[in-house]
Every structure is written in structure tokens, then in C-alpha cells.
């Protein structure tokens, strides 16, 4: 069953910043999806734009349909109970945004005790056992955040997120702050859990090997785009679009921070997205553009076997009638 479905998704931030153009995901209940791309793509800003959470200003278009119900018109009280009990987001960076002044479990507690109604004593109850979920001690509830470890303040967030009982996680990097054995720890909670409980997962990362090794399928974003979509193994070890390849070699192993602002082998950095490069918004990086790929840009389309690629070559693998790398060239 479909759980989340998203049709021609546009971000465009004030000053003509384009920031997500024309993204199509579908996620069904239980599926795991991951989103890569380098910094500045327009991850985090498609995650935001899945629950409304984009600053005042921002142009949205498309939709976005959770349980077939488009997020993006719908009332912002049925918006506020979406964000509680049908989508939750542990956001990029948000362990170091818990309040320092209040103990974790009053943190956990206060989202069931508001949006639940349950009672103080309850909610208490409900904080412990949410503590040992992500695998700390009930007792834990009553430090503050100061007196845990970076990976044991993700795991609160990670129980603040599950609070509510969402039947979707969206998780923007939720492990690129912690050290390579505290990651795959969180990874594998992470996957437990959305096992557990059958829930849908969107994993952001700039680390395609981290997301191939966690998640169904990838979703590659260049420029805003989605510029491959597929099974996360197949796209992570035998990717259509260069610069999913690219991306994918500048992986090696997983967790490996030094990659993250210049993947080996991918020379140059993504365009500005107030100013888009013309034709396809990789050409100027791609190591086999064509003079076609300057002037057209390309649509995500089938790739053969469950798997889509926005890239002229492709097009040329596809069975069909559609044209050879040398009829795009001279535009036949
Ligand atoms: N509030 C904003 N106003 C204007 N531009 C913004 C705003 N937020 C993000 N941007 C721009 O939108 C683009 C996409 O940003 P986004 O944060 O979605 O990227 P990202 O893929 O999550 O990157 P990272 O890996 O660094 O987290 C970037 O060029 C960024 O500068
Ligand atoms: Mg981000």
C-alpha cells in the first residue's frame, strides 16, 4: 500500500532559489527509502517540504499525498496532527537541539502527554519504555542532555520521534555527527525499529554506502532533481546516471567523513541553484556529456527493472525506440 506519494515536487526559496524541481517518490508502508546527494542538493529542503516545514515565502508546488491525502492543502490542523502521529523527522543536527535545561524523559513525555492526552503518569511510563526501545535504561529519563554521549542523545531523538507512534520516519542525517561505530549502531536501531513496527523510513545522507546498506531503495538528488531512483544495491553497485557513479565511487566504505564535502573523483562542486546551469544541471561535471546535454535537460524516466535514470545515455540502453548517444547528438 502506498504510503507516501510525491507528484512534481518544486521548492523555490525567496530570491528565485530553486531548490527542489519536480522530485516523483513513491514510498509504500514498510519500505525504506534513502535520499543521496551532495551537500546543498536539496535534501533536507524536500524533507521540510513533506510537512510543511519551509520558511514563510517559500514557493511550494506539487503534492504530496500521505495516505492519499495531499499535505501541502490540507488544513493546517489536520497539518499539525500529520506532523504527530503521521510523519515524524529526526532532523540533521538535532541532537545538539534538545533542551539543555530539561530532563530527556520530560522531553520525550511532553509530545504524548499534548498530542496523546494522556496523563503525566502515563506519559512518564511511555518516555521509559520508549528510552529502552532505542536501547538506553529507563532510568536514563531523568538526566539532562549535557550527561550523555552524542550517541545516546540521537537515540532520545530517535524515541522522540517514535513518541507519537508516526507510521513515517524521516531522518536527515541522522548519524553524520557520530563516530563510524556509533553510526552503525544508530543504523541498525534505526532499521529495528522500522522493522518492528512496519513503518515507512526516508534516510537523508550525503553517503550513498551508508543508505545502499540500510535502506530498499535510493533515490540519487543532483541540483534538486532526482537523477536516479532504484534498488538501493543495484543503484549503490551499478549505477545508470554519472553522477550517481560518481557518487557512488566517492563511497567506498561507510561513514567516511572526509568524503562529504568533495567526493573523490567528482571534481567541481553542484551549480548555485539561483543560477542553473542550462540543458542538464550535471553537464558541466559529467566526464561523458554530450553537446545535446548543454541545451536539453532530461527527465527521469524507465530504466528497465524497477529503476529510473534522468540521463541522455540511458535513454540509449533502453530497449525501444529510443535514440542512440550519436542520433542525441546531432538531434535526430
Ligand atoms: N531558507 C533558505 N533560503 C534560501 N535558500 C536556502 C534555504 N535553505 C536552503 N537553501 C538553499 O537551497 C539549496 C538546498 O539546500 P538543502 O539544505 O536542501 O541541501 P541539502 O542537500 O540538505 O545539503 P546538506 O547535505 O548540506 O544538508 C542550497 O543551495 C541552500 O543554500
Ligand atoms: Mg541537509
Redesign the pocket.
Known amino acids: 500500500m502506498t504510503l507516501l506519494q510525491v507528484r512534481n515536487l518544486e521548492v523555490t ?3 528565485g ?1 530553486a ?1 527542489v524541481r519536480g522530485v516523483d517518490l513513491r514510498l509504500a508502508a514498510g519500505q525504506k527509502l534513502g535520499v543521496a ?10 524533507a521540510l517540504a513533506l510537512l510543511r516545514l519551509l ?1 514563510a515565502g ?1 514557493r511550494v508546488g506539487g503534492e504530496v499525498l500521505l495516505d492519499g491525502e495531499d499535505v501541502l492543502t490540507m488544513r493546517w490542523g489536520q497539518v499539525r496532527a500529520v506532523r504527530w502521529a503521521g510523519a515524524s523527522i529526526v532532523f ?1 543536527g538535532a541532537m545538539h537541539s534538545l533542551n539543555p535545561v530539561h530532563r530527556v524523559g520530560d522531553q520525550i513525555a511532553e509530545p504524548i502527554l499534548l498530542h496523546r492526552k494522556a496523563t503525566p503518569a502515563v506519559a512518564k511510563k511511555q518516555a521509559g519504555e520508549l528510552l529502552e526501545r532505542v536501547g538506553l535504561p529507563a532510568a536514563r529519563a531523568t538526566a539532562y542532555p549535557h550527561e550523555l554521549s552524542g550517541g545516546q542523545r540521537q537515540r532520545v531523538m530517535i524515541a522522540m520521534a517514535l513518541a507519537c507512534a508516526p507510521r513515517l520516519i524521516i531522518a ?2 541522522p548519524t553524520t555527527a557520530l563516530d563510524v561505530m556509533i553510526q552503525a549502531q544508530i543504523l541498525r536501531l534505526i532499521e529495528q525499529l522500522v522493522a518492528e513496527q512496519d513503518l515507512g523510513l526516508i534516510m ?1 545522507s ?1 553517503d550513498l554506502a551508508v543508505l545502499a546498506d540500510t535502506c530498499d531503495r535510493l533515490a540519487v ?1 543532483y541540483a ?1 532533481r532526482v537523477v536516479e531512483e532504484g534498488p538501493a544495491r543495484t543503484v549503490y553497485e551499478d549505477a545508470l546516471h554519472p553522477y550517481a557513479k560518481a557518487l557512488s565511487a566517492a563511497f567506498p566504505r561507510i561513514g567516511d567523513p572526509a568524503s562529504r564535502f568533495a567526493p573523490r573523483g567528482l571534481p567541481g562542486d553542484p551549480p ?2 539561483a543560477a542553473l546551469p542550462s540543458g542538464c544541471a550535471f553537464h558541466p561535471r559529467c566526464p561523458v556529456a554530450l553537446d545535446v546535454c548543454a541545451v536539453d535537460d532530461q527527465e527521469l524516466r524507465e530504466a528497465g527493472a524497477g529503476r529510473r535514470a534522468a540521463c541522455v545515455r540511458v535513454q540509449a540502453t533502453v530497449p525501444g525506440p529510443a535514440a542512440t548517444a550519436e542520433d542525441a547528438r546531432s538531434g535526430t
Open positions: 526559496y525567496p530570491g532559489v531548490a546527494g551532495e551537500s546543498g542538493c536539496g535534501k533536507s529542503t524536500l520558511p517559500t540533521q536527515d542525517e537523508i550525503h538528488m534538486g548555485d541553484p
